[in-house]
């Protein structure tokens, strides 16, 4: 055993010749080189608006992409379902995406007719999306061939811990960057940056070792129309109670979200005039709140079981969209940030590992594919609307009535419960 193989022992268990230890380490490592493009990503709707885009614009950046999953969601499924090794169509589907960031890196220099910087960092953000989507329909089912169910939680909860401790860093130093230097050269460099490191990400997951897929199903229905397809997803979802119940609940929890998501970056930069290096501060101490999470709701969760920590963190997060909507104070935005941050991974650990129970085993990518576009209906119609409101009503009272409706929404986890029998609680390790 080498020096590297003894440290991974000693510290963390990890036997790198055994198949699911390097698996999980890989999965680790690579989070943390992805993580940096998620950082410099969190900054891709200031860049937009700085460059001049309107606000209806910004708001695409949510609504269509969500139009293009659900139009590219179930097909994905379809294809990867028929072949038995999914890995390098997952991977270079992510591949395809990342590489978008080295165009959006050099969209400052690209002038088109009657069309500004700041909508062609937008259309290229929309294009890259769809490679995006084909990549979340695969990843779901092969991180569950990857990953035995008896060690998800504790590499779920490794990869979010390096995935937010990354970020946490990296957009506060991003941001002092972004204010320090002069524009666009400051946005370039970051994106450059972020590229270079998903590259190494990339390497670490062509290292995975992924099973054969399970064979699809023998009988699988002919889609040629829209109306095939609602039927078809009609028919999964009436086969499998517990899946529709997630993915109603979900859906229902979701419209107040997605209604917020595109509001923020307009409410802080058009409205509280925040600065770059306030952006990055915000996004880090979100960050150290989600960290903290983690650590806390695994524990938690060993004790309460996950339905009961799904039904008890889902509505809280309604609660933050409404908060800031009411505070027009950055410094006092920035602690609801973190409170946030702390009530996230309650919801993010206990919804995954039930999703992932309820989704049948034999058809994984199908249903994740219909889970993600019935998700994406609502993540396309909502923006609109709230993008269309807020100029009407403004930034902040669409996200106090956005956060109103994600709580009257959530409340669907306490009426129809996902998994009706809790597991007894089970001591805290």
Known sequence: MNTKDRFLWHFFKINLSDTDDRNAWYLVVEMFWASILSAVASFNAAFAIRLQAENHEVGLLTSIPALMAVLVSIPTGRFLEKRPHRSPWVFGSLLVHRIGYLLIGISPWIHLPDISNGLLVVLILIGISAPAHFFNVGWIPL??????????????????????????????????????????INYQAMYFVGFAASMVSQFYLTKLAVPHSPPPLETTPKIRSLKDQIQFMGKALREHPEFM??????????????????????????????????????????????????????????????????????????????????????????????????????????????????????????????????????????????????????????LVVSGILSVIGSTSFWWWPVISEEPKPQPAV
């Open 245 to 398: 119940a997630i993915t109603r609940n979900t859906f229902l929890h979701g419209m107040g979200v997605w209604m917020a998501g595109p509001l923020y970056a307009l409410y802080f930069v058009r409205q509280l005039e925040a600065s770059d290096a306030w952006l990055g501060l915000n996004g880090t101490i979100g960050c150290i709140g989600t960290i903290a999470g983690y650590s806390l709701w695994r524990w938690m969760m060993n004790r309460l079981g996950e339905p009961v920590t799904l039904k008890r963190t889902v509505v809280l997060i309604g609660l933050y969209p409404v908060l800031v909507g009411l505070t027009p104070s950055l410094p006092v935005i920035l602690i609801f940030g973190a409170i946030n941050g702390l009530i996230v991974p309650g919801l993010n650990l206990s919804h995954f590992n039930i999703l992932l129970k309820v989704t049948p085993p034999e058809a994984r990518p199908t249903y994740t594919s219909i889970y993600q576009t019935i998700m994406n209906v609502g993540a396309f119609v909502a923006p609109i609307v709230s993008v269309a409101l807020a100029d009407v009503f403004g930034f902040g009272p669409m």
């Open 143 to 184: 991180l569950a061939e990857i990953i035995p169910e008896r060690r998800r939680a504790a590499v779920f909860t490794a990869r979010n811990i390096v995935n937010q401790a990354t970020v946490s860093v990296l957009v506060f130093l991003f941001g002092l960057w972004l204010s320090n230097v002069t524009f666009p």
